[in-house]
């Protein structure tokens, strides 16, 4: 197991309706050292890649992101999550339902912050059905600039999203894959 994987198997607790609660280290308390591990590994990952800005969604993608930033010393965009009333013409939009929350969040950002100039690393937190990222990919695209890869801190590798992702071409990342969960027994399985 790794880094990640290990405090998953330590701290995460499994519930019903294939959640994951990992809120004791990172989407509610954050644990910064292993955030900076993380960045570590993705600057390790994404070595060859020309990064120039990282992409996340609010809101707990954000802490992740920040702390990832470091390792590659580019700025973080985040993508808002929006009323439609207040949507002009200056921002970029995506529709994004909630795996969560089951609702859908129209999500914005400011055409000032993403350009055709920009290869784009995109972070979160979880991967599971793939509409975060369907809806961060279609940002940048709309745009015109590249997503150059995307850093998943834990994909849900039973969902479909991680495998969507991949076969539309992407470089995707995930530290921890979980194939499998129990909510009775607490037991989480990870991909080698
Ligand atoms: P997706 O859009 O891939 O279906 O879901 C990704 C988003 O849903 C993530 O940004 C994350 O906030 C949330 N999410 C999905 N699955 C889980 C989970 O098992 N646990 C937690 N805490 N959040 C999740």
């Known amino acids: ?28 308390q954050m644990d910064i050292n292993l955030f900076d591990q993380m960045g570590e590994e993705f600057a390790r990952r994404f070595a060859k890649k020309n990064i120039n800005k990282i992409l996340t969604i609010e809101a707990s993608g954000i802490g992740i992101a920040c702390v ?21 013409g200056e921002v970029y939009v995506a529709e994004v339902e909630s795996f969560t ?12 912050f993403l350009t055709e100039n920009d290869h784009v690393l995109i972070i979160d937190d979880f991967l599971a ?10 940002i940048v695209n709309q745009a015109g600039g590249t997503v150059e890869g995307i850093g998943i801190a ?9 495998q969507m992702i991949r076969n539309l071409g ?15 027994t607490g037991e989480v399985r990870f991909r080698n």
């Open 101 to 112: 929350h089951k609702n859908k969040n129209q999500v914005i950002v400011s055409k000032s």
């Open 154 to 162: 834990i994909e849900k590798g039973f969902q479909v999203g991680g």
């Open 68 to 88: 990832v930033a470091r390792h590659f010393n580019v700025p973080v965009v985040f993508a808002k999550k929006a009323k439609s009333i207040n949507i002009d």
């Open 129 to 138: 059905n793939g509409c975060a990222l369907q809806g961060l990919i279609s």
């Open 1 to 28: 197991m790794n880094f990640l994987e290990e405090r998953i198997a330590r701290d995460g607790v499994v519930k019903e309706g294939n959640v994951l609660k990992v809120d004791s280290f990172l989407n509610h």
């Open 170 to 184: 992407y470089q995707l990342e995930s530290l921890a894959i979980v194939d499998g969960m129990d909510a009775a």
